[in-house]
């Protein structure tokens, strides 16, 4: 009795479920994050009057741990809530950055810095897809895991776009590592009404 969706009803199905909102708009901030970083980092760090071969060391910290973070998120998200866990990592984000601004700029502080965002760099990604495929199913799960991911590359502009004008106009990254830390908290409490349950399907009329 459940009518056979096209991609269009499954787009238009989503955009109005109230969770697949909150988790776009949690990617969104997971865009701002990874942009900014990736961009700015080389910044930051000739900011920290630390020499250019830092820069490219966190860079491959960042991959490094990248590859744990992402691989350690895939296992948890079968024992765990995914919503808890996307709201753990963006809490994690916003007491590392805050650990970085309070703490002395050295060469190892940048490096344990790079270490621990790389953790939860792109482990956002599996309990993401997860929540999608739980809410719609597989049958349209690229398209609408694909409106997602363009959040967070609509974020990713922000993040690399504002951290280049928050320097222009202040000569440090402070007030965006600021944002960052606002945006964080925010995508962590916000993943936390997320309902993890299969979203209403429409149904076809009795004959």
Not at 79 to 104: E, G
Not at 133 to 147: D, P, S, Y
Not at 187 to 198: G, T
Request: with cysteine; hydrophobic share 55%; glycine share 10%.
């Amino acid at each position: 009795g459940v009518q056979p969706e096209t991609t269009r009803e499954a787009i238009r199905r989503a955009v109005t479920h109230r969770s697949y909102q909150l988790l776009a708009a949690g990617f969104f901030v997971c865009g701002v994050h990874v942009a900014f970083i990736a961009t700015h980092l080389p910044g930051v760090v000739a900011s920290c009057n630390l020499p250019p071969s830092v820069g490219a060391w966190a860079l491959a910290m960042i991959g490094l741990f990248n590859i744990v973070g992402s691989f350690a998120m895939g296992w948890a998200v079968g024992r765990w809530p995914m919503r808890k866990l996307l709201a753990l990592v963006y809490a994690a984000r916003a007491v590392a950055i805050l650990l970085f601004l309070a703490a002395p700029k050295t060469e190892f502080t940048l490096l344990v810095f790079a270490a621990v965002l790389g953790l939860t760099f792109l482990s956002t990604v599996p309990p993401t897809a997860g929540l999608v495929a739980k809410f719609f199913g597989t049958a349209h799960m690229a398209t609408l895991f694909g409106v997602v991911m363009l959040s967070h590359q609509v974020g990713g502009f922000f993040g690399a776009w504002l951290g280049g004008k928050a320097f222009e106009a202040t000569g440090s990254y402070d007030w965006m590592w600021y944002v960052d830390v606002v945006l964080a908290i925010g995508a962590a409490l916000i993943h936390l009404p997320i309902k993890e349950e299969p979203a209403p399907r429409p149904v076809a009329a009795a004959a």
